[in-house]
């Protein structure tokens, strides 16, 4: 009898831990469960403040257009780190509109013929809806480095015409947007390089003149309304012949004469004068990283 005290205090002592352990596993379930009701109270808190602002962060939209002005017979392809921003390589003489959303801070490599030709970074971009463009184009008649020229049109009603010369060589060039052959008007007036221009909807034909007056290239414009043009002199006078381009004409985007004609102020938008009114160039939103020879 001695004996079975100790084993009495020890299984009470047992018993008591045991009782311990369960209200200590209570007291962490009941602290658990109210985190979790914390947790689900303030999400709903967030989402009444989200619900009942009337800010919204403005999500710009941004169409970055890439034209190779570049005379040679390897395309050109442009990436933003690892990825590639040209499903198909750019030809000479073309456009494309690059899919995707291109970021400040964002860096475009090019390339052409698998060989780095030069990289860009993107400086700022407008807080507003706009059409970017960016040129590249042979940087003079003896190496073969490249060059970039970029622009960002305004958000305007009429169609807008960014002309630029990018033909490397002695000979000299002129622009005219005019009226079809078969329209009822003969009007024509001169494109000057380096500038920006709108023009009423409608459908032109842009020549470009040699300096002796004969006709080197002509090229149709569907000009649209809220559409943003690039009519580029593309071209080299190489030092080496094989590297030699004669002086041609670049236009993009090419619209749709269908799109044209549906609209019901077509005709007689047709029929109005052209006037060319002059736009203020807006300021490069790329920053030159490099230039470099293929």
Known sequence: MVCAAPMVHMILALTMSGLMGLCSGTSMAAQAGGDRRNLVIQQKQRQQRAASSFLRTLDFKHKLRICNAYPFIESV??????????????????CHEIQGSVKAGDKLQFQIGGMSAGSFKVSELPREDAVLVLVIYRHDTVTTAVAFESHVFANLMNAQIAVLDTYRGEKKGSLRVQDVVNA????????????????????????????????????????????????????VEAVEENQR????????PHSDMKVLMGGSCCKQ??????????????????????????
């Not at 690892?82 to 750019?90: A, D, H, R, Y």
């Not at 380096?194 to 290239?217: F, I, P, T």
């Open 77 to 94: 392809d442009v990436y933003a780190g690892p990825v590639k921003l040209t499903p198909q390589s750019i030809p000479y003489k073309d």
């Open 245 to 252: 381009y004669p002086q041609a004409l670049m236009i993009f």
């Open 184 to 235: 009822s008007t003969t009007r024509s007036e001169e494109l000057m390089f380096d500038s920006v221009v709108s023009v009423n909807q409608g459908m032109y034909e842009v020549v470009l003149y040699r300096n002796d007056g004969s006709v080197a290239d002509k090229q149709e414009l569907i000009a649209l309304n809220r559409e943003a043009y690039v009519v580029v002199r593309c071209g």
């Open 269 to 294: 938008i047709l029929l109005l004068p052209f006037f060319l009114v002059a736009i203020s160039t807006a300021s490069s939103w790329l920053d030159h990283l490099a230039v470099l020879r293929l």
